[in-house]
């Protein structure tokens, strides 16, 4: 996901309905391949997550525990997905609950074929922290 602008209004709206379009793609794909849960809350909220992302936060995705970064609370477990593909897309790196900078990301996209999967790693929350 970015934040740069073009000088080419048409090409802007293209990327930003790619990027919208990729963060469905990737909650509906790991819904499918989970055989649990419901894609409609991050298809129907796709739209909103990409603009709060890159043009209302202050969020450095390098840096997630920089101290005036802007915090993102979901709280619909049926949503969980859309924060999965927003952290991944974003190139999120992880923390500890320590603070600790892990030099990964926070969600890669093996976690996201394997979510809610029988024996999958921990959930995201574990390995990164947004609080």
Not at 17 to 35: E, P
Not at 38 to 59: D, S
Not at 98 to 115: A, H, M, N, Q, W
Request: proline letters at 7%.
């Amino acid at each position: 996901m970015s934040t740069v602008q073009s000088i080419d209004p048409l090409a802007d709206m293209k990327l930003d309905q790619l990027c919208i379009n990729t963060i469905r793609t990737l909650s509906m794909d790991a819904v499918q391949q989970a055989k649990s849960g419901h894609p409609g809350t991050p298809m129907a909220l796709a739209p909103l997550v990409y603009t709060i992302w890159n043009r209302v936060m202050r969020f450095d995705p390098q840096d997630p525990i920089w101290p005036n970064r802007d915090r993102f609370v979901l709280s619909n477990g049926h949503a969980s997905m859309l924060l999965w593909s927003a952290l991944h897309l974003s190139g999120t790196r992880a923390v500890n609950a320590e603070y600790e900078r892990l030099g990964k990301p926070s969600v890669t996209l093996d976690d996201i074929r394997r979510f809610r999967q029988l024996d999958s790693r921990k959930t995201p929350d574990t390995q990164w922290y947004s609080g």
